[in-house]
């Protein structure tokens, strides 16, 4: 796998030269962020930081992430329909976990009051890298699973072909041509119009539920555009928007600006930053209504680290999948070695192993969006600071997955050309839509590559860490 370009590596000025084409062609495909200076503004954009040449990926690891991604959307719903479940696995976190707490009371006073949402739409992204630090052949092992504002399957959509164009420059066609398509902004699409379709109303929109800063709106647009073509109006809002201007009908139908939402899909409410006391009553509001949300919050709960870290317990599976052995076999099998950290004998022993030999884990608190992961001497502090206090259960432990590097290119603007080792997580898109116990839709929608120099443990391309990348099949 390290020795896929090496031909190409060898000479710099052509790669060079392949430089300036791919990001000529990265603009013109649409592989697009705002600047940081002005996020809210498209008068002057720049690139998508990516990378100069597509990855290798053995293709029975790609083809294993596709084939259980409909088992992973099957056991995400399954969980957010599990209130004992959910109640049993969060309650050592709730006590001292502050934002996971919020949303599971949220969680609760729905309930308690009856849901008037009907349809349920999942939009998920289950992350894997490749472990190789066996001796074993390398063994897709899932890094984590977002079931809340899964970016990039816009602008994921158009890299593979920014790729194909660096490598014909390179003299590369039949490679260009091996690269696979790959569209996961229709995919969310279709999932997004189904729900809508299924929600029954013509004349009601889509909201989008967006971040004060939008750099990365044009990865939304790829999705909202989609919408649009599907003669499905789309309005994009905040929060503060539907604290100052929605509210609930009679039937708790949902209005925002006198305009009736039929979906509400989140791109931000996924860390306590994104939330004052307003913020968290608009959620509530929200919540409350017979709007389809994506996600709606116990959906956002089965994401957790907690939940994740419960699943890899010994007949926990087959509770929440009867009757579907095959789906727990293939879900088993991507599960790197997860452990509690909750107060206890069990506890005590993981943290001190954990202290003991940091380099082997990775220490994950209950939070999305990349940056928050724990590794080596850090985790060491952490974990010694929190071994005797609760608040240790609000973090769970993994075992750290030793992928292979191989040496690319990561194009940013404004930073010199050079070659780094690098390492690549691959995340497959999955959409699932029920409406009362019918699972009406359950598909893998698309892929994303992301890779990152090895010095970087942690963060993705919004963090401004990892890079988008293609997938090229081994």
Known sequence: MAGLWDEVLRDEAALRQAAVVAVDAALLEGVLMRTDAEPNASEVVSYAPFTLLPSAVPR????????????????????????????????????????????????????????????????????????????????????????????????????????????????????????????????????????????????????????????????????ENELWDRNIRVIRRRFRDVFEQGSL?????????????????????????????????????????????CPDIATQLAGTKKVQQELSRPGTLEKLLPGHADAVRRIRATFAGLYSLDVGEEGDRIAATAIASPEQFVLKPQREGGGNNLYGEELRQVLERIKDSPERTSYILMDKIQPQPAVNYLLRARSPLKASECISELGIFGVYVRQGTELVLNEAAGHLLRTKAVEHADGGVAAGVAVLDTPYLV
């Open 60 to 223: 029975a690891l790609f083809e294993q992430a596709y084939a259980v991604q409909q088992d992973f959307n099957l056991l995400v719903d399954a969980i957010s329909r599990d209130k004992e479940f959910l109640e049993r696995t969060l309650a050592s976190t709730i006590k001292v976990d502050d934002f996971t707490a919020r949303l599971f009371r949220i969680h609760q006073q729905v309930l308690e009051e009856g849901l008037a949402q009907s349809v349920f739409l999942g939009i998920n992204r289950s992350d894997y890298m490749l472990d190789c630090g066996a001796a074993s052949p390398p063994a897709l092992k899932q890094i984590e699973i977002n079931t809340i504002a899964a970016s990039f399957g816009g602008l994921a959509s158009r890299t593979a072909a920014v790729h194909g164009r660096v490598l014909r420059v390179l003299g590369k066609p039949e490679e260009a041509a091996r690269l696979l398509p790959n569209n996961p902004a229709r995919g969310l699409a279709v999932g997004i119009a189904k729900a809508w379709e299924l929600y029954g109303s013509p004349s009601a929109v889509v909201m989008f539920l967006v971040e004060k800063a939008q750099r990365n709106i044009f990865d939304q647009r790829c999705v």
């Open 249 to 293: 009908d009679g039937t708790r139908r949902l209005y925002v600006d006198g305009q009736e939402v039929a979906v509400v899909y989140y791109r931000e409410g996924y860390v306590p930053s994104n939330y004052d006391q307003q913020n968290w009553e608009a959620r509530l509001l929200l919540e409350r209504s017979r709007a389809v949300k």
